[in-house]
């Protein structure tokens, strides 16, 4: 059996231990904080060891037939217990580590998992889906204190491609495969699954699948959902399979139930996915706009021209600024097309000719470019590089977080007609919240994916934080925001999930029938309600 | 108050009157029933005068509040006791009714259907939710025993465009609205939901929402879903409205539940729909085939190029000869594009290379061509001729029928990997099986849609029949060819949803812990087993 891929991961911050912010790296993050924010203390606080910790015993233990799957090693157990999420990360950091998992569990097969969830019913244990665990909304966290005991099921030993079609271009997969892992196996077949969420190295195709996760394509096909062709599901009431059908006309879909439901209806153990060749021809543009309601309106246009950029990501001035290298106080909208069928020189011709109808400027366009290797992932261009800078992201700020500093996201979608009001009370929300609250802040905000109804805004919050109430400082910042997002009847998450940070305003926005509805399905397929309990929906609330 | 759409409406066979064939039109499309088929006997068969059946009193009256919405004309009653599929129509034409609703209700506002929804559910009548009643699966027909009585619930007052999102480009619309009516109200804002399906005239935009309506589109958003941004529906358990998003990573899609339901379990009342420009540039090719094989693997291509045309659709030999008028044995793929923001040259320009890679000849390429009108649906060009041909189908369909032919389709969508043996084992059952019934037949295959992973074939089935036996003569034809979808795992339909027709096969699909969810949604959100009954599910099955 090979190791976990947990050993060598942070317990508690982001990704592998030797990837964290060398020194050099750290001080020149400090550097650029302390010319923003000069009143910052930046004091660093290590992280504790997870000896100092006083991590209870396990309060059950599996079945001697189980046992084997089962680790209840400290280290694991605390790796476990949360996700990702800043005041995930600063709670650990600060060893406030609440309820762990008492065992983690690892299925070698579907019946493995059949048999733990069997267990689990009877002995009234709450069992938590686990994935890579790269939740940003309190997804995997043990946040409840009824049951007798919690397991996390790590499904990280069902990590195998299964099946290649490549006439229809899919293959089967199993759930607790990992974004590089999946890629490589799929390599000698000349087919991409091309799914980059900015967790990729970290994240499984389950938990893609089980959280809506938004990857590479700013455009058309953003969510996993709709690469998705059927799935099968272990649910403590049993087994559940759908055919595979490129589309439907019969009945609600299945699926669709599945996708989304974070565990807690059932276990996703492997799935159908549709597959593409890998990109040939790529094409990209940078473009600066002065005037961010200009970049706006040209996005949209965009959006709704029927080109289906793979890359149409706008940043705000603030944004480029921090995260591009932008001083100019332009907002810049990076704009690529990329195809392993055609040339994309007409979609780029048109592409630029909207950006220049809307003010734009482009300072270089590599119009049209041919290519003939795929290099979206490989570091090899400025692309790249960016993409490299992006992946770092988690990394610096777990280190700003060392040094007592707020550094969270949030994002939405919305329509067009909304967002200006919209992101107008978000800002002078978020800046009068971050100066009651911490004295000064910084919010920026980026469209990370576009549609022809409207964007997801995501937004970026950077302020110094009081170190002993980081966690309250945030969530009070957020939940400031977080009711702006209702108040214009926004979506509180346009692919961070639920969980159970995000509970109070989706439980807004469900409406009430879809809620029973829920609740009944939840009843139906997890009678004992062991799934991850406290995610999506409380059955208890719809008898 | 106006008059009821079904004024001028033919009771027992499709759309108006006025529209049937005309006596030249009849006596063309027996001479080439003779031709190919020379032993069919061919007899006339008027349809019964509604007087002359024996239809019985209603078994129930709304209350004196709701009485004011109902109607017990007779003929209004027979209207509305089937849809409009061959065995529906055939059943008509030979006297046999079977159950006929009580009444036919409509509603004039939300509050309206809540009230029959109540009273319903507290007297035991089963409610038939109907839009335009173009159901070719049994989807309103009131075929059950059980209930105190049973009132069809005619959506056709509620249809009007509320509001108009130019910036979004989305419109809020009541459910009852017909296709061309929706059109016109929207003419002004220069948008268009540009779904049209074949029933278009005759089908409504809750019809197409409650049973995954597939229209224009061959590729990308060809199904009604995709365009549907938000939902508003009565349930006997109450009102549930969603939010207006363009995407969402909160939870499963309320509306993905509702869409497809086919009225089992609540009434679209209104949507927010996706709407878009109308098209200003245009290009489109028809190309033909020596080899049908050739012609699957260019359109393959085609799907998974990332093009995305407007039309892709091939045609087999014999439904190149009998809808096109192609007499050379070639397969026949047309190919469109179109759009409202760009030229469409590089487009077709690809596809057009594409076809010639597998072999495909284009007599006359129209590459490019830049329109400034839309004329999909004027009947100004040479696409608008085969649509309107398109669109004389149905009426010619009944035609033959009262000359004692079987007449009708299947559809289904598979993967490409599967397309062949599939396809091979439907046309060899086909013949099989039309000769044990009928002695001779022909069936027609074409793709009304294809996806990256699979088409959606279509085909038609004609065949001599004999008078007295026509339902039951297609129903085996229909059973053996259904069972043969099941083998291959292929969908029992891809937009002609499930009804009461599809019902076994659906049955055999849908996977069980799914059967079981629907039917706890369904005790849920229709306590009392009043909607539909019969449709999608049992929930006595699933207790």
């Not at 509805?517 to 004992?528: G, I, M, Q, S, W």
């Amino acid at each position: 059996m090979t190791a976990s891929v947990h050993v060598g991961r942070s317990w508690w911050g982001w990704g592998r231990i030797e990837a964290a912010v060398t020194a050099g790296e750290r001080e020149a993050l400090l550097s650029r904080v302390r010319a923003l924010l000069p009143t910052a203390e930046l004091t660093l606080h290590e992280a504790p060891e997870p000896s100092d910790l006083d991590v209870p015993k396990p309060a059950v233990a599996l079945p001697s037939s189980l046992a084997k799957l089962a680790s209840t090693d400290v280290v694991d157990r605390l790796a476990h217990a949360r996700g990702k999420a800043y005041r995930d990360v600063v709670r650990n950091l600060q060893g406030d580590i609440g309820r762990v998992p008492d065992a983690v569990v690892r299925p070698t097969s579907e019946q493995d998992i059949v048999d733990v969830l069997d267990w689990a019913s009877s002995a009234d244990v709450a069992v938590i889906p686990y994935g890579g665990g790269s939740s940003v909304v309190g997804g995997v966290e043990p946040r409840f204190d009824d049951h007798a005991g919690v397991v996390t099921l790590d499904l990280e030993r069902l990590n195998h491609l299964l099946e290649v079609d490549p006439v229809s271009r899919a293959g089967l997969i199993e759930a607790g495969v990992y974004g590089p892992h999946l890629e490589e196996q799929l390599r000698s077949s000349g087919l991409t699954l091309r799914h980059f969420p900015q967790s990729f190295e970290f994240s499984t195709l389950g938990g893609w699948l089980a959280t809506h996760s938004a990857g590479h394509y700013a455009t058309l096909f953003t969510h996993i959902d709709d690469l998705c062709e059927s799935l099968r599901v272990v649910s403590p009431s049993g087994m559940s399979e759908s055919r595979r059908l490129p589309a439907s006309g019969a009945g609600p879909s299945p699926d669709r139930l599945i996708l989304g439901s974070e565990g807690a209806l059932g276990v996703i153990s492997r799935a159908w996915m549709r597959l593409q060749l890998r990109p040939r021809w790529r094409g990209q543009i940078t473009a600066h706009f002065a005037d961010f309601n200009a970049a706006v309106q040209a996005t949209r246009m965009i959006a709704q021209s029927g080109l289906y950029p793979s890359n149409c990501r706008l940043l705000d001035a603030a944004e480029a600024m921090l995260n591009a290298g932008v001083r100019t106080g332009a907002s810049v909208l990076a704009l690529a097309f990329e195809s392993a069928d055609h040339p994309v020189t007409a979609w780029l011709d048109r592409g630029l000719e909207i950006i220049k109808i809307h003010g734009g400027t482009v300072p270089s366009p590599a119009i049209g470019s041919d290519t003939t290797e795929d290099t979206s992932v490989s570091g090899a261009d400025s692309a790249a590089a960016w993409r490299s800078a992006f992946i770092r992201m988690p990394y610096q700020r777990d280190a700003l977080a060392q040094h007592g500093m707020i550094v969270e996201t949030l994002e939405t979608v919305t329509t067009w007609d909304s967002f200006d009001a919209l992101h107008e009370e978000l800002v002078v929300t978020a800046q009068r919240v971050m100066q009651t609250v911490t004295g000064f802040g910084l919010i920026t905000c980026r469209f990370t994916h576009v549609y022809p109804d409207g964007p997801a805004p995501y937004y970026g919050v950077y302020a110094p934080g009081r170190w002993d109430s980081l966690p309250q400082q945030w969530d009070e910042i957020k939940r400031a925001l977080s009711d702006v997002l209702s108040k214009h009847r926004a979506n509180i998450t346009h692919h961070h999930a639920v969980g159970r940070d995000h509970r109070p305003w989706y439980d807004q926005q469900r409406p009430d029938s879809f809620a029973a509805a829920l609740a009944a399905v939840k009843r139906t397929l997890d009678p004992a309600g062991i799934l991850n309990p406290g995610v999506l929906i409380d059955p208890m609330q719809f008898p």
